[in-house]
């Protein structure tokens, strides 16, 4: 059964992007569009995994990651952020968040300095 990683990014085209990459990498990645969906599908079935986008209309990624960290403080959070403020990736990290990557995503650099280090291999 292959790990499974949860996307959680309001911009369609980069959830497809990276879900389709990680498939391709031999892993079973979902997406949410927005925060309650995310949060949402980590109830129904606990990913490996959350990739997850700071800047998201509505419930923002900081809140998403106190949610998370509240409900499954053992789950690992990657932040995706298209914003370069040391601020708030500072405040993600505090809310439990193991690492950053800003955009734009450079694909193999998350599959090997990320996704292989946190959950290992698929």
């Given at each position: 059964m292959p790990k499974k990683i949860l996307i959680?990014?309001?911009?369609?085209?980069?959830?497809?992007?990276v879900a389709e990459f990680l498939f391709d990498a031999?892993?079973?990645?979902?997406?949410?569009?927005?925060g309650p969906d995310g949060l949402a599908m980590i109830k129904k079935d606990l990913p490996s995994l959350v990739l997850l986008d700071v800047g998201?209309?509505?419930?923002?990624?900081?809140?998403?990651m106190r949610l998370i960290h509240e409900q499954f403080p053992s789950l690992p959070?990657?932040?995706l952020t298209g914003n370069k403020d040391t601020e708030t990736?500072?405040?993600?990290?505090e809310l439990g968040a193991c690492e950053y990557l800003t955009k734009p995503i450079h694909l193999e650099t998350l599959l090997d300095q990320f996704v292989r280090d946190m959950i290992g291999a698929p």
């Open positions: 959680i990014d309001d911009e369609p085209e980069i959830c497809r992007m031999g892993y079973s990645a979902s997406c949410a569009l927005n998201m209309p509505g419930m923002d990624g900081i809140e998403v959070v990657v932040i990736v500072k405040k993600m990290v």
